[in-house]
């Protein structure tokens, strides 16, 4: 599937809930079943730095595509993540970094994505399409 | 009489919404609401007065001069200073405390002591780690217990001859902790040290009295204490302040100019240099007229109430812990839930209305020492409600219901 196709699919997901409370319960369930880091790759290297939650990234190129792994001591904060791991994993690098995030707007959760919430998941955004320039870079 | 009710009515704001919820507002130690009659003062003086003070011989000029003057005279007699030209009108307490480290660095030399609390704001902490840096002088810290109070053994063993100057707040924002400011103020004199006291989050639920306590410097933030953003107030004994160098150069600071040599204005005009945030000034006084005529000794006896109802609430969730547990506290509660994070409650609690303050409240060192990355603070002024608590105690419980 490509990056558009998993995003609509988290749309129509996310469009059966009908209040914030549902939408939520599910991110949080998200969260929790978020695959783990490798405890290896949780280093200060790859944290990205939010003021009240930390988030880790990890990234690794197999067959031209990029997969990724990450992890939050925050659950909602993980839960989002699960989100744009989900669309963003497994996928080539320039579709990465061509991909846009504004479907996180239309699932109700634009306010986490906010440049000034201090939950350190803009910066993890910009850190997904880093990894995917990187790795674009070898391929050419 | 105090009246919760009535007083609610003042402040517009309480009546909005919040994602669809009556809002419920718990972080007063972040920045206070404001009351109607605050608002319509600053109106009053853009729609009347507003001129720049000082030098102009225009009637405008004059009347909001004399406004400005009358509101320093307000805070001089509000903090019971000795004499008006002791009060420095500042941006804010962190201003404040910014324009007494750099006066200190004229002072200090190499193995000089500068004494800070364990307790503090990273405002407090960080320029005395500049002054130290340029001075040669060193930073020693007073520590905590696990009540959050301060080790006051451990500060009688710091203090020396060469202690120069010790500061800590006078309340602490991230625990609501009252330090015993009157004890350390007497054993910093006695080895001839100054003592500044950041009073930021007292000046809303107490009324310092600088002459009683013979504090050499005291600061305070208007907007804490229903005033506005962006200005403040810096207290100095006279003979301090005249010990200090100028912080910044510019307009109002100087008496006369010549390219030879520049002479400067006396007090308070020597740190007040360029045009003052007027209306700023103007409103810190209705401000503290606004919370004298509610009165002191009743806000105090009312946040107590509330205080105490709020912990007991609070505690009777299962896996509810509160950091900051002193006898001696303000209506501060920084609580977290077992294995939960508190930016997770903190936005839950937002989506119900509920106004909290998640993280370290800028105050690192104080959850490193509970080893935790923040706590969740629910900060109680004396609008808030009973009610509100017993909302807010519901939202807990559905946040650790939802995270759990």
Not at chain 1, 110 to 135: C, D, F, W
Not at chain 2, 248 to 260: C, D, K, L, R, S
Request: net charge negative; proline share 3%.
């Amino acid at each position: 599937m490509t990056i558009e196709d998993i995003q609509n699919e988290i749309i129509d997901e996310f469009s059966m809930f009908d209040d914030w409370e549902e939408r939520y319960q599910y991110m949080i369930d998200l969260g929790k079943e978020l695959p783990l880091i490798d405890e290896q790759y949780k280093t200060e290297n790859n944290i990205i730095k939010g003021c009240q939650s930390k988030v880790w990234v990890h990234a690794e190129m197999t067959d031209d595509k990029i997969a990724f792994t990450a992890d939050s001591d925050a659950i909602i904060t993980k839960g989002i993540i699960a989100i744009l791991i989900r669309a963003f994993s497994n996928q080539h690098p320039k579709d990465i970094i061509d991909a846009d995030t504004s479907f996180i707007d239309k699932i109700g959760l634009k306010e986490h994505l906010s440049p000034t919430r201090a939950n350190g998941l803009v910066s993890m955004v910009k850190q997904l399409k880093m990894y995917a320039i990187a790795y674009q870079t070898q391929l050419n | 009489m105090f009246n919760v009710q009535d007083i609610r009515k003042d402040f517009p704001i309480l009546s909005r919404k919040v994602n669809g919820k009556p809002l419920a507002y718990f972080d007063n130690a972040a920045t206070s609401q404001t009351p109607q009659q605050v608002i319509d003062a600053i109106v009053d003086y853009y729609a009347n007065y507003n001129a720049n003070i000082h030098r102009g011989v225009h009637t405008l000029s004059q009347e909001a001069t004399d406004l400005y003057e009358q509101a320093r005279q307000k805070i001089q007699a509000h903090f019971n200073a000795k004499f008006s030209h002791e009060i420095i009108l500042t941006s804010g307490a962190t201003h404040s405390i910014n324009l007494v480290a750099n006066g200190f660095s004229s002072l200090l030399k190499k193995g000089d002591d500068i004494i800070v609390s364990a307790l503090e704001h990273h405002s407090n902490i960080v320029p005395w780690q500049m002054l130290c840096e340029r001075t040669g002088a060193n930073l020693k810290v007073i520590p905590m217990n696990e009540d959050g109070e301060l080790v006051m053994s451990v500060f009688d063993n710091l203090l020396s001859k060469n202690t120069k100057l010790v500061f800590l707040n006078h309340i602490s924002n991230a625990l609501g902790t009252i330090n015993p400011i009157e004890y350390v103020i007497e054993k910093a004199h006695q080895v001839g040290s100054a003592v500044l006291v950041d009073g930021a989050q007292a000046c809303p639920h107490i009324k310092p009295d600088v002459q009683a306590l013979d504090v050499d410097f005291y600061v305070a933030s208007a907007h804490k204490m229903c005033g506005p953003t962006g200005v403040g107030m810096l207290y100095g004994k006279e003979a301090w302040l005249n010990k200090l160098p100028p912080y910044q150069g510019g307009g109002e600071m100087i008496a006369e100019v010549t390219f030879e040599k520049t002479t400067y204005a006396d007090l308070p005009h020597k740190f007040e240099a360029g045009t003052p945030n007027i209306a700023g000034g103007i409103v810190f006084g209705a401000a503290i007229d606004y919370m004298n005529n509610i009165g002191f000794d009743a806000i105090a006896a009312y946040e107590k109430e509330l205080l105490d109802y709020a912990t007991q609430k609070l505690l009777a969730i299962d896996g509810l812990k509160i950091y900051g547990t002193s006898k001696n506290k303000t209506s501060v509660i920084s609580f977290n839930l077992e294995n939960i994070h508190p930016y997770d409650v903190g936005t839950i609690l937002d989506k119900l209305g509920i106004a909290v303050r998640t993280g370290h409240h800028c105050a690192q060192p104080i959850m490193d020492y509970y080893g935790i990355p923040g706590t969740i603070r629910a900060s109680l002024a004396f609008y808030n409600t009973k009610e509100e608590i017993d909302t807010l105690v519901e939202g807990v419980k559905k946040a650790k219901m939802m995270l759990s």
